[in-house]
């Protein structure tokens, strides 16, 4: 089903950056290329390697030229260790959304900050980790465990991030699925990724084509190896599959010292090493001297990086950097703007209602509220030395490891708020302005609940980082307080506060347990935003970004790294495309909550979906290391070739958002994947009708003998639901490929060009491989049509180039005009 792993770490020719088919990119290399041509090789090398600085990164200058040093620096979720900024809801949350407007605009705020504190270079948006293992300590890092969900995330966070004139990095390329072994440490080599070339395509390199597609000026390769090869010196992902294959035109820059060799990385694309000079330096310059490095190579490194600057307009008035140590005294930045209310927004949006008995939710304005739980209150820990910010270091936050409301993870993840609205300040003020009462108990297991008590809210979280993996799902003090509390009040709401999934199986059911709020890692504004939904001022629409299972062990492997303490730790993908509601669908388990799941203060029904084809015809397209292609891969993989549309009517008493959503089933392929979702607000008895894009890579597969998407022949399910199993209308797609075969006479020019010196080995090899494209569609592999094969004229050097290294070249299949037959046919529900 998987090809050799081995084959996706074939090595790749270098790709020189361009500019690509972007007027802005190509201005931009002109521009650098420009001051390379007057650079003398010492500077071209110190351009390329950190330098100390007041930013967590800062790259080499050139001042005798104008080349200033750039700022770099952490978080996703806002800037780590300054003040007067501000602390945004974590990845995950914003994925739990499933809103790409409020994408766009965290993006946005994001990038105002950035800006305004002169960091010409934001360490974000995340895609790595995806979420493979449940335990993982950086999960909740990204956006979500889907692909899809977490592309239209890294796109919409990109436009918004560099619109702002910020530079994007897109983190971590690629195949970091966890935290423990990924560095080389006392017990040997860090930990190996090995994962197949489909599998690598199809699911962990889909979310960053998005952000390349979107115009990412930047890419930060990851700490463990991929393949046996090192991320940072693997030259099939930076030059084969990043540079040559997506056309990526900007730089690829480590991880905080995760280079591992000099000559290697620098060959195999990397073009800048953070904190410092790591293996390059005056290394570098030897090795280019000896030619190890070539000349071509390292003007490449140094024009990926000045393009970027260029492409993003930072030449222009971008601000100085102003980032400064918390206990030297320097000028006031505020950089919040308005940001608190988006922050707000986002975190209510972001709330999941996995239960709610009899509409407990909203509340009705309670005169007598318990709260009870750690999470309910501020972190007892001091809020007066919050980090060291330069120097390259990466500061895991001791106040969020500490019992109290959980807004953010650990690691350099995490990000510094200005101050922290509890949910207990919120909830109280709510309470008073209802003239009510409020009892608290944050620390009992077995607490007090009054007699009077019209709601008891137990508050606890999940907390996971950077550094380490989670040991558990649950833990035993937070389950036994909600099973204590429930067990006294007959009207008991759960709010969790979790770095990624948590069980819940050990109180789930009980029946004074009434409503059930997964409510993520919200930033600041942690207790307005869950106020907000409590009290029903927004009515719920967050959708789960991942899988609940009802136990641990229904994640299998898939729940904690199986790697072991041998020196070269291997960690094998064995599972393949099948993580998440993936696997729970191949494999037939039922969840607790499914991917996509979550319910509203409303309720809504489904209807009249319909799909209408678009133009189908594929041009040409060979993978290239003259990188002339779009940034993002062939264009025509993002062309819309159908368009798929539903109403959504609100049968409820409510105005609310609701998250259609729309999962295709691709032959050859897992029975169900994300292709689409809208978050509509529809008003009691409107209707909206929601329409999904679906490109040509919605619909296609990566086929490893040709190295291409291609479209496949026959039924394609089309699904919109509420959730990855709660679906409501059914339709499909019906794909017919034109019959043709392989001319003999282009089969016979190959053989002919088999010279005698090619050994019995070599022949065998290439006569199978050609038999498999002439035979193959007459004995059924692709059933009893298949595409055109255009193969072009042929030398012996290139033939022995096609055996010896398969993934440079590209068989591409021909696509021809094909349509729907007939009308779209529903389903048996």
């Not at 299972?549 to 960690?571: C, H, M, V, W």
């Amino acid at each position: 089903m998987h090809s050799d792993p081995m084959t996706a770490n074939a090595s790749s020719p270098s790709a020189e950056g361009n500019g690509g088919n972007s007027s802005s990119w190509q201005a931009a290399y002109a521009r650098a290329y420009s001051l390379i041509s007057q650079m003398t090789l010492e500077e071209k090398v110190n351009v390329t390697h950190g330098h100390e600085g007041q930013c967590v990164g800062n790259s080499g200058a050139v001042p005798r030229l104008g080349v200033p040093q750039l700022c770099f620096a952490d978080a996703p979720d806002g800037i780590r260790g300054q003040e007067f900024v501000s602390s945004f809801p974590a990845q995950i949350m914003v994925g739990a959304s499933f809103d790409r407007d409020l994408m766009y605009r965290y993006g946005k705020a994001l990038g105002e900050e950035y800006r305004g504190k002169g960091i010409n270079a934001a360490l974000l948006p995340v895609a790595g980790p995806l979420g493979r293992v449940a335990r993982g300590g950086r999960n909740w890092e990204g956006f979500g465990a889907d692909p899809y969900l977490s592309g239209a995330g890294m796109e919409n966070v990109v436009l918004g991030l560099q619109d702002q004139g910020v530079i994007g990095t897109a983190k971590h390329f690629l195949l970091n699925e966890e935290e423990f072994r990924r560095n080389p440490g006392e017990l040997g080599e860090a930990m190996s990724s090995n994962v197949d070339d489909r599998t690598i395509h199809e699911l962990y390199a889909f979310p960053f084509m998005d952000a390349l597609h979107a115009g990412v000026a930047s890419i930060m390769c990851s700490y463990q190896r991929a393949n046996n090869s090192y991320a940072c010196q693997n030259s099939k992902l930076m030059n084969g599959i990043l540079k040559s294959e997506l056309g990526f035109q900007g730089y690829v820059v480590s991880d905080w010292g995760g280079q591992h060799a000099g000559v290697a990385s620098a060959n195999a694309g990397l073009d800048l090493v953070m904190p410092d000079a790591g293996y390059w330096g005056g290394n570098l310059t030897q090795a280019v001297n000896n030619g190890s490095v070539s000349d071509t190579r390292l003007d490449d490194m140094v024009a990926r990086i000045l393009a970027a600057y260029y492409y993003l307009n930072q030449d222009q008035g971008y601000p100085e950097p102003g980032v400064y140590p918390y206990d030297v005294e320097h000028e006031i930045i505020d950089v919040r703007g308005d940001h608190a209310s988006l922050i707000r927004e986002i975190g209510a949006a972001g709330t999941v209602l996995v239960k709610n008995v009899n509409n407990t939710l909203p509340l009705k304005n309670p005169r007598y509220l318990d709260i009870f739980g750690y999470d309910a209150k501020l972190p007892a820990s001091p809020w007066t030395n919050p980090s060291r910010f330069g120097g390259g270091y990466e500061v895991n936050f001791g106040w969020n490891t500490l019992n109290g409301t959980l807004i953010t993870g650990g690691g350099s993840g995490s990000s510094t708020p200005p101050y922290v609205i509890s949910p207990f300040q919120a909830l109280q003020d709510r309470v008073l302005k209802d003239r009510g009462t409020v009892r608290w108990d944050f620390d009992a297991e077995n607490p007090i609940v009054f007699a009077n008590a019209e709601a008891c809210i137990v508050f606890i979280n999940a907390y996971a980082s950077e550094s380490f993996d989670r040991t558990t799902l649950q833990d035993d003090f937070s389950d036994r307080l909600v099973q204590n509390v429930a067990a006294n009040c007959s009207n008991t709401i759960v709010v969790m506060h979790d770095a990624g999934i948590r069980v819940v199986d050990s109180w789930i059911d009980h029946p004074n347990v009434t409503a059930v709020l997964y409510a993520m890692l919200p930033g600041q504004e942690s207790g307005n935003a869950i106020a907000d939904v409590l009290y029903g001022d927004v009515s719920p629409s967050g959708r789960l970004p991942f899988t609940v299972a009802k136990k641990e062990s229904d994640y299998g492997l898939l729940l904690n790294s199986t790697i072991s303490f041998e020196p070269f730790p291997q960690s094998n993908f064995t599972e393949g495309l099948y993580i998440d509601y993936r696997y729970f669908d191949e494999h037939n388990i039922t969840p607790r909550y499914e991917f996509g799941y979550g319910l509203s203060y409303s309720s809504f029904d489904y209807s009249d979906i319909s799909v209408e084809c678009h133009d189908e015809t594929a041009p040409e397209y060979v993978p290239s290391t003259t990188n002339t292609t779009t940034q993002g891969g062939d264009s025509a993989l993002w062309e819309t070739i159908y368009t798929v549309k539903a109403s959504v009517t609100n049968s409820g008493q409510v105005a609310a958002h609701e998250v259609p959503q729309l999962y295709l089933g691709v032959p050859n392929a897992p029975e169900r994947q994300l292709r689409g979702f809208e978050r509509v607000f529809v008003r009691p008895g409107e209707t909206q009708q929601v329409e999904y894009k679906v490109t040509r890579r919605d619909l296609s597969i990566w086929d490893v003998v040709r190295q291409d998407w291609q479209l496949q022949k026959g039924r394609y399910s089309v699904e919109v639901g509420a959730s990855s199993r709660d679906i409501k209308l059914q339709d499909q797609i019906y794909k017919k490929l034109s019959t043709t075969s392989v001319p003999a006479a282009i089969a016979a020019s190959i053989l002919s060009a088999v010279s005698s010196t090619f050994s019995a080995i070599l022949q065998a090899a290439l006569l199978a491989f050609m038999t498999a494209l002439i035979i193959g569609p007459m004995i059924g592999i692709h059933a009893s049509t298949v595409p055109a094969i255009s193969i072009p004229s042929m030398t012996f050097s290139q033939i022995s180039a096609v055996m010896s290294d398969p993934p440079s070249w590209s068989w591409k299949l021909k696509e021809r005009k094909s349509r729907v037959s007939g009308p779209s046919v529903r389903l048996p529900e």
